[in-house]
């Protein structure tokens, strides 16, 4: 047990001491982690409020009623709400099971362009239950949604997608819908990276368009690592999302997660939560500029959320090499496929970076001109930079420690 405890220390020291840039993580508050924490990992709760295959479920029924009724206010919808799901993947596959039969046709987004492995990687349970189709980006780096009405015509999917896992631009959510609907499809939007975002007004929401929409509560939306369901009640009588979560995918809900899922969504009502998340954007476009500033290249150019794409092919690097790089001197990112990238998923010839973690700590737009420049010196110089990268980053990791 104390070799836990010290490793578990060991993970807040480095937390504490690098400056964090992959765009799926952040920093929880004390109050989210408190309840992750809770003696509520103890309780068993196959089922659904009022309906549980376990006794002693009183509390936990009221609390996740509870959790549900957040999210309603937090998305400002009566939408049909299932916060069960233990990830976003969990949340897709469910979608998935209740929408689609094996072998039907997906339409996403294809993953060397920005999409997600659940979207319909031919390894992944996605791609081996399902057809899978992928549309692309233009050349500026955009969904071309040109092509997506070609392929939903030509390929007549049951299912299109609209979602992405590195992809930094506004998503035209009504024409994915017009898209889908004049094709005879349905339409799931996964919102995981941008759930935050939405949630304060500043990037248009897909809850009007889609079918169903799927997310997790971690990345901008600063909660507990888990996933949630949301879709109209005449979609959730038909398709029957609740049935698909349990008993289709999964067992019992972990209720100490809901728990911390409820807290987050409550701190996402307060007025303080659209500031942060104003500062995500600021941030990511402070740090965008920082880059293209010194001749490092951009995906599409710029960001209108919380990631960007840094293309290396300039600078003959690949993704896997700068990764270890900026490891080495306390920024943390992961590699990356850049679209219509020769190098395989292992090495790519990218990187990508986020501003919610550092945002969350209270970095600003000045510090992220900082971190540009720590960035920009160790892809041009390499391990030559690495001392002035490492004191920028004690310096910023210092002034804004973990609390």
Known sequence: MDKVFELIQREQNRQNSTIELIASENFVSESVLKAAGSC???KYAEGYPGRRYY?????VD?????CRQKWQQVFATD??????????THANMTAYAALLRPGDTILSLDLQMGGHISHGLP????????NIEHYGLDGRGYIDMGSVEDMAKRTQPKLIIAGASAYSRIIDFERFARIAHENGALLMVDMAHIAGLVAAGLHPSPIPYADVVTTTTHKTLRGPRGGMILCNQEAADKYNFNKAVFPGIQGGPLMHVIAAKAVCLKEALQPEFKVYQQGIIDNAQALCKGLLSRDIKIVSGGTDNHLMLVDLTNYDLTGKAVEKLLDAVNITCN?????????????TSGVRLGTAAVTSRGMNTE???????????????GE???????AIVAELTAKYPLK
């Open 123 to 130: 390894i992944s349970m996605t791609g081996r239950l399902y």
């Open 55 to 59: 006794g002693g479920c009183e509390v």
């Open 40 to 42: 509520l990992t103890n």
């Open 384 to 390: 030559a930079a690495s001392e002035k990268a490492r």
């Open 367 to 381: 510090d992220m001109d900082k971190i540009a420049e720590a960035i920009a010196m160790m892809i041009k110089e």
């Open 335 to 347: 590699k990356n496929t850049i679209p219509n990238d020769p190098k395989s998923p292992f090495v």
């Open 62 to 66: 009221e609390l996740e009623e509870y």
């Open 79 to 88: 939408y049909h709400v299932n916060v069960q799901p233990l990830s976003g």
